[in-house]
């Protein structure tokens, strides 16, 4: 039996479909490059800056990257990304411009994939939501493993689509090299090798085995030093993660608790309910979770946050947006979209299971958006992992193309318009109001802390009286932390201080200490507290330096 032909879709003339990608590639780049002295630089951020940094300018090969959620120290891929940025500039707010391009181009490949393989109504459509999503834009801003994710989760999209639609045998190489390689970046990686490896296994493309074999040996290669480092010790940290389990200290969670009051940072969600942030983070649902206000009185009985902002609401309870309405409703068309796609697949399942006879395109389309969306969920679900809200990266850009494919088939043209204009500009407003917060703050409590700007200026001030290194050196570089305790500063302001070079003739008298506030890490109240010495503060900054008797 011949393939069915594939079902005729509308195709914009090519001057309006141009103009129209300009728009929206125009629209992500104004939300992803403004309010650079926003941008995220923490602990995490400054570990990738410094290895890199000293790959550049002493030759370090990294050979192990960012210590990952469950304990165990990633392969060191996503360094070797950021090197060339480094080699180009050592700026950091223009490496983050870097990475946004990359986020960029996460869209405009989404766009192809979409115009492509379901019609350029429906590439558009997926480009758009790409590039307006408040989440997507977020995790192409910063220095962190999961911004560079989305452009290799793309293309991986992209050459499944190519084997099995396009019939284009070669590209099994990048179907089965990228996904490797996210897994050297972050571990969701498996759940995108396994989404990938299904739809080869069901839909059976012909396959030059030649690109498959040098597909996994280009990202077998590049594990290789990250392979060896953990021989030698060992393989201690993954038997350590072993013996533990990944589940072990999640199990007594409260009920409903999902921003811890002591830090701010968010708790992952439990297996059955990874679906949950598997919707959330295709528009901004859960934003809450970089702004650390979902934490209830009966969770923070210590009343930590309810100084901050918004205190114990939740972002969405408290801001210009009217609620969390209209993120519920994307996510309720893409499940709606989602469902209609299995329905099509299903109904291709016997045509599919006998060899003898191919499936027509559409439905194969279907099984691919279908499988990319399943199969991550089932992984997380098998091995029962406690997830957090970056582990679902990788299902961009799926969301959008689903909505795209559906929306070009099933909608009319008035109420598509309408309907995804809404959807964007709820997207924007979201961002926008989120920015408001940020500026307001200089930052956020939760996982976002301050901002780049702030704590640029802040290591000046450190860097123009004394020397960082040696004040890390002797424990006198010091921060506040959540219980207005001091301790040893984290990474980020020692490390900007010391890229601006050594003090002028260590102006400090051995007996200084340097003490950071940062109001976005503490509940400090400057009225009643009197460090006493000299200070400046940069937003919510605070540099004190401290003679000690």
Same mark, same amino acid.
């Given at each position: 039996?011949?393939?069915?032909?594939?079902?005729?879709?509308?195709?914009?003339?090519?001057?309006?479909?141009?103009?129209?990608?300009?728009?929206?590639?125009?629209?992500?780049?104004?939300?992803?490059?403004?309010h650079?002295?926003?941008l995220?630089?923490?602990?995490?951020?400054?570990?990738?800056?410094n290895?890199?940094?000293e790959?550049?300018?002493?030759?370090?090969?990294?050979?192990?990257?960012?210590m990952?959620s469950?304990?165990?120290?990633?392969?060191?891929?996503?360094?070797?990304?950021?090197?060339?940025?480094?080699?180009?500039?050592?700026?950091?707010?223009?490496? @983050?411009?870097?990475i946004?391009?990359?986020?960029?181009?996460?869209?405009?490949?989404?766009?192809?994939?979409?115009?492509?393989?379901?019609?350029?109504?429906?590439?558009?459509?997926?480009?758009?939501?790409?590039?307006?999503?408040?989440?997507?834009?977020?995790?192409?801003?910063?220095?962190?493993?999961?911004?560079?994710?989305?452009?290799?989760?793309?293309?991986?999209?992209?050459?499944?689509?190519?084997?099995?639609?396009?019939?284009?045998?070669?590209?099994?190489?990048?179907?089965? @090299?990228?996904?490797? @390689?996210?897994?050297?970046?972050?571990?969701?990686?498996?759940?995108?090798?396994?989404?990938?490896?299904?739809?080869?296994?069901?839909?059976?493309?012909?396959?030059?085995?030649?690109?498959?074999?040098?597909?996994?040996?280009?990202?077998?290669?590049?594990?290789?030093?990250?392979?060896?480092?953990?021989?030698?010790?060992?393989?201690?940290?993954?038997?350590?993660?072993?013996?533990?389990?990944?589940?072990?200290?999640?199990?007594?969670?409260?009920?409903?608790?999902?921003?811890?009051?002591?830090?701010?940072?968010?708790?992952?969600? @439990?297996?059955?309910?990874?679906?949950?942030?598997?919707?959330?983070?295709?528009?901004?649902g859960?934003?809450?979770? +970089?702004?650390?206000?979902?934490?209830?009185?009966?969770?923070?009985?210590?009343?930590?946050?309810?100084?901050?902002?918004?205190?114990?609401?939740?972002?969405?309870?408290?801001?210009?947006?009217?609620?969390?309405?209209?993120?519920?409703?994307?996510?309720?068309?893409?499940?709606?979209?989602?469902?209609?796609?299995?329905?099509?697949?299903?109904?291709?399942?016997?045509?599919?299971?006998?060899?003898?006879?191919?499936?027509?395109?559409?439905?194969?389309g279907a099984?691919?958006?279908?499988?990319?969306?399943?199969?991550?969920?089932?992984?997380?679900?098998?091995?029962?992992?406690?997830?957090?809200?970056?582990?679902?990266?990788?299902?961009?850009?799926?969301?959008?193309?689903?909505?795209?494919a559906l929306?070009q088939?099933?909608?009319?043209?008035?109420?598509?318009?309408?309907?995804?204009?809404?959807?964007?500009?709820?997207?924007? +407003?979201?961002?926008?109001?989120?920015?408001?917060?940020?500026?307001?703050?200089?930052?956020?409590?939760?996982?976002?802390g301050?901002?780049?700007?702030?704590?640029?200026?802040?290591?000046?001030?450190?860097?123009?009286?004394?020397?960082?290194?040696?004040?890390?050196?002797?424990?006198?570089?010091?921060?506040?932390?959540?219980w207005?305790?001091?301790?040893?500063?984290?990474?980020?302001?020692?490390?900007?201080?010391?890229?601006?070079?050594?003090?002028?003739?260590?102006?400090?008298?051995?007996?200084?200490?340097?003490?950071?506030?940062?109001?976005n890490?503490?509940?400090?109240?400057?009225?009643?507290?009197?460090?006493?010495?000299?200070?400046?503060?940069?937003?919510?900054?605070?540099?004190?330096?401290i003679?000690r008797?």
């Amino acid at each position: 039996m011949s393939a069915q032909p594939t079902k005729a879709v509308v195709q914009l003339p090519s001057a309006v479909e141009w103009a129209i990608l300009a728009a929206i590639v125009a629209v992500g780049a104004w939300l992803r490059f403004q309010h650079p002295e926003l941008l995220e630089f923490k602990s995490d951020e400054a570990f990738a800056a410094n290895q890199a940094l000293e790959f550049v300018r002493g030759g370090k090969v990294p050979t192990s990257g960012l210590m990952s959620s469950v304990g165990v120290s990633n392969p060191p891929l996503f360094i070797w990304l950021l090197i060339p940025m480094f080699f180009l500039t050592s700026n950091i707010a223009v490496v @983050c411009g870097m990475i946004s391009v990359l986020g960029l181009a996460a869209v405009v490949a989404t766009w192809w994939i979409g115009r492509k393989y379901y019609g350029s109504v429906s590439g558009l459509v997926a480009a758009a939501l790409f590039a307006s999503g408040p989440w997507a834009v977020v995790y192409s801003r910063k220095i962190w493993a999961q911004d560079f994710v989305p452009v290799l989760a793309t293309g991986t999209m992209w050459a499944a689509h190519s084997l099995i639609l396009g019939k284009n045998p070669k590209a099994i190489f990048w179907l089965l @090299c990228l996904p490797l @390689c996210v897994i050297q970046i972050h571990f969701s990686g498996f759940a995108l090798t396994a989404s990938a490896i299904a739809v080869v296994v069901l839909l059976r493309p012909r396959i030059d085995w030649r690109f498959a074999v040098a597909g996994v040996a280009l990202a077998v290669l590049l594990a290789l030093p990250y392979v060896i480092e953990q021989q030698k010790n060992g393989w201690a940290e993954w038997k350590r993660m072993s013996e533990e389990g990944s589940s072990r200290h999640w199990e007594k969670l409260p009920q409903g608790m999902t921003i811890n009051p002591q830090s701010g940072y968010p708790f992952p969600r @439990c297996p059955t309910e990874a679906w949950r942030h598997a919707l959330a983070i295709m528009n901004a649902g859960e934003i809450e979770d +970089v702004l650390g206000l979902s934490t209830g009185e009966v969770f923070d009985p210590n009343r930590i946050w309810v100084s901050k902002g918004s205190g114990q609401n939740r972002y969405f309870d408290t801001t210009l947006t009217l609620g969390d309405w209209l993120p519920g409703l994307q996510q309720l068309a893409f499940s709606i979209a989602l469902v209609w796609f299995g329905v099509k697949a299903l109904k291709s399942a016997k045509t599919l299971f006998r060899r003898q006879v191919t499936a027509d395109q559409e439905s194969k389309g279907a099984w691919i958006l279908v499988l990319w969306v399943v199969v991550p969920l089932a992984v997380y679900l098998v091995a029962g992992l406690w997830t957090y809200l970056s582990y679902y990266v990788i299902l961009y850009p799926v969301y959008f193309v689903i909505l795209g494919a559906l929306a070009q088939r099933a909608v009319p043209p008035r109420i598509l318009v309408a309907g995804i204009a809404v959807f964007v500009v709820g997207n924007i +407003v979201f961002l926008l109001d989120v920015n408001r917060y940020l500026v307001q703050y200089g930052g956020a409590q939760g996982t976002y802390g301050s901002g780049l700007g702030f704590k640029q200026a802040a290591a000046e001030y450190v860097a123009a009286r004394a020397d960082a290194r040696e004040l890390v050196k002797e424990n006198r570089l010091l921060q506040m932390d959540q219980w207005q305790r001091a301790e040893p500063a984290q990474l980020d302001l020692p490390f900007l201080a010391t890229m601006l070079g050594r003090g002028q003739g260590k102006q400090l008298a051995t007996n200084s200490i340097v003490l950071v506030v940062d109001d976005n890490r503490t509940s400090y109240d400057a009225k009643r507290v009197n460090f006493g010495g000299t200070g400046t503060n940069d937003g919510p900054m605070h540099v004190y330096v401290i003679n000690r008797p």
